[in-house]
Structures are given as C-alpha cells and as structure tokens.
C-alpha cells in the first residue's frame, strides 16, 4: 500500500509539472481562477491608497477590467520602479500595470503589450520661491528622484544636477519639503495632477517644458507575449482604447484629459 | 605563441566586459560610491571608537546621572534597528534642526551624508561602549589595586593601566562590530547617501543588469572587509604581550 501510495504520488506530481510546462499562463490563471497583477499604491491617481487603506485609481480599474474579462478573481500586489520586472520574471505576479514606460531595454527582459495603454513624459515639481526657469538651471544643484526611474540617467548627463534618489515617493515629497533637494524629477503626469488636486503643493510649480514623452506598457513574462496569454491582453488593451473605456476612466479618476488617449481612440475607432 | 596573442589570452574578457568598467559613465559613478562607503567606514568606526571609550569610562564613574544617562544611551541605540534610527535622525530631526534660506526655503543644517555618519557612529559606538566595558571588568581588580598602591590617580589607571589591557581583550569583539559597522554603512542606500549599494542599483536598474552588479557589489564587500579583517588582525598581533592572554 504505502508503495503504492507513492507511485501514484510521484506519477501525479509528474503529471502536474509537466502539464504546467505545456500549458500557456492564460490557461493557469484560469484554472487557478485568479489573476496576480502589480500595481502602483503611491502614484495617485493612478494606483493608490485609499484612507480605509484600498488600494484604487486608473490602473486598478483596469487591472479589475482585467480579471472580469477573464472570469478571474483581481489579486493586486503593490510594486516599486525598481522591483516590477523583477516579480513579473519571477512568477510573483502575473501582469503589470504600473505606470511602467515601454523601451528597448526594457523589451529585452519583459513583454511589453502592445497597444500602449498611455504615455507621460519628465518634468520636475519644485518650489516657485526655487524660481527655476529652464532644464540648464538643474546643472549641480541637488534634485530628489525615484530610484529606477527611467529618466534618471539621461537628465543626469545631459544637464548634471546631483540626484539624491529615495525608494518611494513619500520619502521624496518629505526630502523636497524639508528642503533636501530644489526638486522633484518625475512623470508630468503625477506632477500635474498633484499640483491640481493637493493643497500641500499650492506654493510649487511645474516649470520645465515636458521632455522625452514615453509611452506606458502593461507587461507580460517575455515568453508569454506572442502566446495567447500576450495575445489576448493586446486585444484587451485595443478594446480600452476602442471603446473609449480608457477616457472615461481618466476623467472618472479625476486626471486630466490625455491628447495621447485621444489620438489612438481615433486610431481604433 | 607571440607575446600580443598571450597578452590577449591572459586577458579576462569578462572583467573588461562588466559595466562598471567598460562604460566609463558607470565606472565614475561606481569608483565614486567605492569612496563613499571608504569614507563612511572609516570616519564612522574612528567616531565609534570615540564614542566607545568615553562611554565605557562615563559608565565606570562615580557619578549615579552619569552611569544612567550612559546605559540609556547604550540601551536605545542597541534596542532599535539602524534602519529606523537612520530614517528618524533623517526624516524626524532633520526637520526640526533647519535654518530659512534667503528665498524662504528651509535649508538643512546636517546634510544626508552627516546623518549616516552621526546614526553610524552612535550605533555602533554603543555596541562599543558594552565591548570596552567587558575588557575593563576583565582587568584584574589586583592590578588596578597594584597601581593605586603606586600612587596613581584614577584617571592615570584609566589611561595607562585598564584602557590598554582592557583594549586587548576586547580586541576580538571589536572586530566583530567594526565589520559589522562596514557592512551596516550600506542602509544609508535608504537616505539617498551615494554609497556603493546606491550606484549599484542606480546602475542596475538603468541598465538591468541586476545579476553582473550583484556580483560586483559582493565582491567589492568582500574586498573592503576584507582590508579590515587584515588590518585588524595585524593589530592584534602587534598588540600582543607575550604570556598575557592567549
């Protein structure tokens, strides 16, 4: 019996890896009625928390459109710049949806989905009383950042101010208060929509011309982007843009109208 | 074989394929944060030793305030994470301890750099105080007897007699925590101070390259405590006095 019991174990866990190695990550997410996707919790109001601590904003919303399209559970799990494709390449989570900008580099590790879902560009949030006028300004001065943002090296050499890069945003906003850095180098999208919906930022300013717009990918493990799993999150991403979802959503999250989400509602209509 | 093609073959293409040494922006930035934690290490363990040996000294003297303000001192810095203590002189003091600029910005008094230095020195100057102690008791109480039968002022025997023995046997211990102290030099990383874990992730995440820059983080930690251990031992040996001890 109990040498039985162990053939017939073994074969089953046989059965089951090999079965995980042929089956695509669609069919796994939906045989395990779930879906894991990383988001934002500190990029409002993209990904956030709420003050009953839920997470919320664009990117959950579509994160939940996701999981309803798919028949799934929404499982979210909050990442950073600096961890997501990590955790997607590791199996952590499933997808990513986090405001994560689409390039060359980043097409080598991860998959990146195609339509892109929005775009932003690089701008810095600083006080008016630092009155900075153009980008030549920043040349040696200390500026906060993200660490892993993408914009970090390329602002760095092309005008030399000293970046003092923190893990998360509320330590920058709390290093930028307490006079730390004269600015914040972000995506002008987080910077406008703060400056327009938070007090504590009445006396700062967004006063660079945007530069070097990206697009935003949600992403899927690389292996899986020409699969069905990649497959069926392109037609996803299309049909946000298609039918408009992703403009209401904007405007119900409060941000203010994309021209990016504009042009390809026009593109897929 | 001719001499360029057994240069060639000695040459190690992985070393000079890394990105820290081919890509000269990132060897700057890596060369820099190399220095950064060199300097980190050593103002901190010097401050630590400081702090170390007149705590030890405060804790052995007569007055009660002293001995007290000495063990809460001691007890708070080794009851609470570095990391925390780190983000309240940073985030919590740094605050408070500012001046207003010219524009009527607030501008920090103590720079991100002072505080890793400050948080370190105290941290591990704490430990220190704990390890002196155990070499001072360790002193035989005779000799101190033997020396105060010598005319010798406390002070005297504090400095001369107890500090150099006690030194002695304390020197393991101490080892122990300096290493320590050069490895906990890396949670500065967590107040944005440009030491070698900060580039390292800079770089990585520029050029996602997080397998290479972990090798080179190790290996340039294991070469930086590497030159202390040695150092170190050296000490001790030269240090030793024949027939006391070991």
């Not at chain 1, 932003?120 to 949030?125: E, I, K």
């Not at chain 1, 899986?224 to 959503?249: A, C, N």
């Not at chain 2, 804790?59 to 990391?83: D, H, K, Y």
């Not at chain 2, 002189?89 to 524009?103: C, K, M, P, R």
Request: net charge negative.
């Amino acid at each position: 019996m109990g040498r039985f019991m162990t053939t017939t174990l073994a074969s089953a866990a046989l059965a089951l890896v090999c079965g995980q190695a042929q089956a695509d990550q669609l069919e796994d997410i939906k045989a395990d009625g779930e879906i894991v996707v990383g988001v934002k919790q500190d990029y409002k109001p993209w990904g956030y928390l709420t003050s009953d601590g839920e997470l919320a904003g664009l990117e959950i919303d579509l994160a939940r459109d996701v999981a309803e399209r798919l028949g799934v559970e929404l499982e979210l799990v909050p990442v950073v710049a600096s961890n997501r494709m990590q955790f997607l390449s590791q199996g952590r989570i499933d997808l990513i949806i986090a405001t994560m900008g689409d390039n060359e580099d980043r097409r080598k590790i991860v998959g990146m989905i195609q339509p892109n879902y929005y775009a932003g560009g690089t701008n810095v949030l600083a006080p008016k009383s630092v009155e900075l006028e153009e980008w030549a300004d920043l040349d040696g001065r200390d500026v906060c950042a993200l660490q892993g943002s993408y914009y970090n090296k390329r602002v760095t050499q092309l005008y030399g101010p000293n970046l003092v890069a923190f893990a998360g945003i509320p330590e920058v906003t709390s290093a930028l208060q307490n006079g730390n850095c004269v600015a914040f180098l972000y995506d002008n999208t987080w910077i406008e929509s703060q400056i327009a919906s938070d007090e504590q930022w009445a006396d700062y300013e967004m006063p660079f011309e945007t530069e070097d717009p990206q697009a935003w990918s949600i992403a899927v493990p690389l292996e899986e982007l020409d699969g069905p799993y990649g497959q069926k999150m392109s037609e996803i991403v299309t049909d946000w843009h298609k039918t408009g979802f992703l403009i209401e959503r904007n405007e119900a999250n409060g941000i203010a109208a994309s021209p990016f989400l504009q042009e390809m509602h026009e593109k897929f209509k | 074989m001719d001499s360029t093609s057994l240069i060639e073959w000695l040459r190690p293409d992985w070393f000079f394929d890394l990105a820290v040494v081919s890509d000269e922006y990132n060897r700057g930035r890596y060369l820099a944060g190399l220095w950064m934690t060199i300097q980190l290490s050593v103002i901190s363990i010097v401050l630590s030793l400081i702090v170390g040996a007149v705590g030890a000294a405060a804790q052995g003297a007569q007055s009660r305030t002293l001995r007290a303000l000495v063990g809460f001192f001691v007890a708070f810095f080794r009851n609470t994470p570095p990391l925390v203590q780190l983000y309240f002189f940073y985030f919590a003091i740094g605050t408070v301890l500012q001046i207003t600029g010219d524009n009527g910005r607030p501008v920090p008094l103590v720079s991100n750099f002072g505080w890793a230095i400050i948080s370190l020195s105290l941290f591990a100057g704490a430990l220190n105080v704990e390890i002196f102690r155990a070499g001072i008791e360790a002193v035989p109480k005779s000799t101190v007897e033997a020396a105060e039968a010598l005319g010798y002022k406390r002070l005297q025997i504090y400095k001369d007699i107890v500090l150099p023995l006690a030194v002695r046997i304390s020197l393991p211990a101490l080892g122990t925590n300096l290493v320590n102290l050069v490895k906990t030099t890396t949670l500065a990383y967590a107040i944005a101070v440009p030491e070698l874990l900060y580039v390292a992730a800079q770089i990585w995440s520029e050029d996602l390259n997080v397998q290479e820059m972990m090798n080179v983080l190790l290996l340039s930690y294991v070469a930086i405590v590497g030159v202390l251990v040695w150092v170190l031992h050296h000490w001790e040996k030269k240090l030793r006095i024949p027939g006391y001890g070991r």
